[in-house]
């Protein structure tokens, strides 16, 4: 019997979609819809691992990823980062799968695969500053924001509960770190506004604006409550409101560059924005310009800054 190659690459690395499903995560989540909700992105992810374990071709895998409905196609591009980083590392005579999918077809969700790459370091509890160096140095604090979303969603006990730091990381990746455990609150905590912010207040003051970026970026990109909720979310924000602002445009503008907009994305922007999903995505390109190269702060963070700046003096002379 002929065995293929991908196959048997499914059989060692394949995670099996009970993963995702809320009982198994133990998530509190109190209403159907939005458990089927967190639970199809979950899925959705692991769509696109297991379509670029099998191959990683990148014109057949964009392809495949690209029957994905348009709302959640970024997720299974995602998956597929993970997916590529992992078959990356573990055949080193061969490490460009995600380059070449980056180079490609995956342009367009940039963002999103750089977020997956981190899901393989988490997965593989490796040091991150040499992988990490290797990347874009824009985009690879996303992939830092990946392994923090990885941690929050899959030990949420250990970093939510408990709220641990990761030994092996420092310096600003501490920061992006929380950005993508702020982002796993939206499913830990089921979307439920009040508890995910009674979560971000039981962490130390320093860790609260990264996560508050976090919770910004998963309300205006995951979705899964109506207008009313994303008011309250921003009335509890307080001093943070730029910080929900911040991840909201960087939501708005993977949302933009990959060509997947939602209502819901836009709705949140103009609750946490002021405006629309395609204004608050060009906030984003405005804040890019004659951006310095790292220093003190990396340049991703400088960016961040900006764009906060941005909102906060809207909120002055508004």
């Known amino acids: 019997m002929t065995v293929s190659f991908g196959h048997v690459r499914r059989s060692v690395f394949g995670i099996s979609m009970r993963e995702t499903t809320v ?3 133990g998530f509190r989540v109190d209403q159907a819809d939005v458990r089927l909700r967190l639970e199809r992105v979950g899925q959705t992810f692991l769509l696109g691992y297991h379509a670029a374990i099998k191959t990683s071709a990148p014109l057949t ?27 990356d590392q573990l055949t080193p005579w061969r490490p460009y799968r995600v380059q070449a ?3 490609g077809p995956g342009n367009h969700h940039a963002y999103m695969i750089h977020v997956g790459i981190g899901w393989m370091w988490a997965r593989l509890c490796w040091r991150i500053e040499r992988p990490l160096a290797k990347l874009d140095p824009m985009l690879r604090w996303l ?13 949420w006990q250990k970093y939510i509960v408990e709220r641990a730091m990761p030994p092996r990381i420092s310096g600003y990746a501490q920061r992006a770190f929380d950005q993508g455990l702020g982002r796993s609150l939206w499913f830990v905590e089921g979307t439920d506004i009040p508890r995910v912010v009674n979560r971000i207040e039981s962490f130390p003051s320093e860790r609260q604006a990264d996560l508050w ?3 910004g970026l998963a309300c205006t990109y995951a979705g899964g409550v109506d207008r009313a909720a994303i008011e309250a979310l921003q009335q509890s924000a307080g001093a943070y409101r730029v910080h929900l602002a911040q991840g909201a445009s960087f939501a708005a503008k993977a949302r933009q560059r990959a060509g997947n907009p939602t209502s819901h994305a836009n709705m949140a922007c103009e609750v946490l924005c002021g405006r629309s999903a395609d204004d608050a995505a060009h906030v984003t390109d405005i804040a890019l310009a004659q951006l310095p190269a790292d220093g003190a702060d990396p340049m991703y963070e400088i960016w961040r800054r900006r764009i906060r700046a941005h909102f906060a003096e809207e909120a002055v002379t508004s």
């Open 101 to 103: 999918f980056l180079e």
């Open 61 to 87: 895998l964009a392809h495949q990823l690209d029957e994905v409905e348009s709302e959640f196609r970024g997720f299974a591009y995602e998956g597929a980062g993970m997916g590529l980083a992992l078959l």
């Open 143 to 155: 992939a830092v924001d990946g392994y923090g979303f990885h941690q929050g969603y899959f030990h």
């Open 213 to 215: 970026s976090g919770v």
């Open 23 to 25: 009982a198994r995560r």
